[in-house]
Every structure is written in C-alpha cells, then in structure tokens.
C-alpha cells in the first residue's frame, strides 16, 4: 500500500490533464445511465480495497463538519457542540467548520476511525464516486484521486467504461 501512496500523488498529476478535459467533455454530455455506470465501479473497486491499509484520506486531508455533525459527535462525546468546536475544530477560509489538524484526531495507530459510528457525512461519503449527478462534483474528484487509490482506479475505469 506504501508503494502506491507513494506513486500516487505523481500518477494523479501526471493524469490532472486528461481527467480535466474528459470531466469537462462529460459535464456537456452526460451518459443517461452514468449515476449506475459510477454505483457498479464504485462496488467493485469497494470490494478489493480495504480502507484500513490505506487511511490516507484521515492521514492528509480534513472533512468538513455540518451543524448536523456537529450535534451528533458532541453527544456522542457527551459534551456541548460549543466544547467539541473548541477543542477539536476551526473555521476554514470557505468559513467551513475543519478539524484544527492532521491526521485527523479520531484515527487511531490501526487506521480505525474511534468516532466511526457517528463520523461526519464528509467521511461517510468519501470519496463521493457513487453520488447521485456524479458529472457535478469533477473539481472534488480530481482533488480525491491524489489523496484515494481508489478513486484513482474507479476514475481510470470509468474513462475506459465511458470513452467520450
């Protein structure tokens, strides 16, 4: 897994280019069936990778937290939302609620996530390649394929299962 972290970053940047032109051919002209073409790729790279070799999204990057997170987490840790914001969030340029540091705090020496049962919906949802109306998050997709080596896979999937 090191070993693909590691070749990551550049197979992605080496890509930006190509998956920047066919993302915007895409959003002109999007398959009537791309939201199940997206379900099946993103089940099938799902049931070869295992998150917990990886964590590399708890490890680099930061979700964002609703109010709705909020709420959830800080009973969950039976405080007040105001003391979980203080200890543990900050507010980004975007004026989004961030954890204040990475890796993210809730990820233990195993890559489990200790919160995983009340995680915020950015960290359930992640890495979005199985969203509804898929062709309107290319910009998130193209970040997440530098951070995701599943992401990465599903997206050069996607463009053999869909040549535009």
């Known amino acids: ?31 009537k069936n791309l939201d199940y073409i997206m379900q099946d790729l993103h ?6 990778t295992d998150c917990l070799k990886c964590a590399n999204c708890c490890k680099t990057t930061g979700p964002l937290f609703t109010l709705a997170d909020i709420e959830r987490i800080s009973k969950h840790f039976r405080q007040k939302p105001q003391q979980f914001i203080e200890q543990y ?42 969203r509804n109306k898929f062709y309107q998050i290319s910009n998130l997709t193209l970040k997440n394929v530098e951070i995701c080596p599943a992401a990465f896979n599903i997206v050069e999937e996607m463009k053999k299962k869909l040549p535009l």
């Not at 897994?1 to 915007?24: G, R, T, V």
């Open 43 to 48: 089940n099938a790279e799902f049931k070869r």
């Open 89 to 130: 969030l900050r507010i980004d340029e975007d004026k989004d609620y961030v954890l204040k540091s990475v890796p993210c705090t809730f990820l233990d020496n195993e890559n489990y996530c200790m919160i995983y049962d009340v995680r915020p919906k950015a960290c359930r949802e992640f890495p979005h390649t199985d």
């Open 1 to 31: 897994m090191k070993q693909i972290l590691n070749n990551l970053s550049k197979l992605a940047k080496d890509k930006h280019n190509e998956n920047k032109k066919y993302f915007d051919k895409l959003k002109k002209k999007q398959p």
